[in-house]
């Protein structure tokens, strides 16, 4: 077996994950919950081991790379990044319904990763160097953080919206109180946002060594930029004006729309130094 077989594994394997969630949150049948837990860790060791063998295929090729440089590299690591990322928030937290939005981030990465070609191939010149790493890992930690963070603004989104209008139903009232949904998004668009701004500073420090500049205003450079400012702005707003509830909640949603355009759709709308990404 090969790391792209096992690989789609992984994709099964999360897909199952959120379906299990999504069963717990509307039906709110315990059992469910215990068995999407075991899954989800299931299909996360699944994904660890299939990274950590396509490395060593690489090796055995004479390549020998990291691997994190293509789309479907980075969508297997952003898949394993949001598994991870919401394995710690189930902990920490002790709900098991909040996997209901969160581990949909982690099969649509996946399912995204399998239209992907997954040969093994040589890297360009530019993605040689020891940067790569530091980049795209701190790159995609922080955008696991917001795809949670997104999913979180989805969900105060529906409970304040609900209890606006009517008392909450058994479905929306299993899930944390909007206080704690607000602290939550607040913490992880505070840990994203770090994350981001250290994925931003590696890779100027790796432009200066592949292309001799730190900043060429390159398409996905520049929507970077925006994104980083987009958070800025909120957690600006946050600790200025005591922004909170749902206007943070609207944040964390735009906010990871701008990311996936500045990681999936830069890459098919704007051609630049990135398009090999």
Known sequence: MDSSQLLGFTTFAYLLSAVLYIGLFVFRVKKIGTVATVVTLAAFLINTAGIGLRWVESHQMGIGYAPLSNMYESLVFFAWSIAIFYLFLEFKYKNRYLGAFSMPFAAIAMALAEMKNPQITPLIPALQSNWLIAHVVTCFIGYAAFAVACGFGILYLLKNRKKEHEPEGNMLSQLPSLRVLDDIIHKTLVFGFM????????????????????????????????????????????????????????????GFGSVMFTYYGVNFLLSGLHSYG
């Open 195 to 254: 994350w981001l701004t250290a994925g931003i500073i590696t890779g100027a420090v790796w432009a200066n060594s592949a292309w001799g500049t730190y900043w060429s205003w390159d398409p996905k450079e520049t929507w970077s930029l925006i994104t980083w400012f987009i958070y800025a702005a909120a957690l600006h707003a946050r600790f200025t004006r005591g922004w909170g509830g749902h206007r943070i909640a609207w944040f964390s949603i735009v």
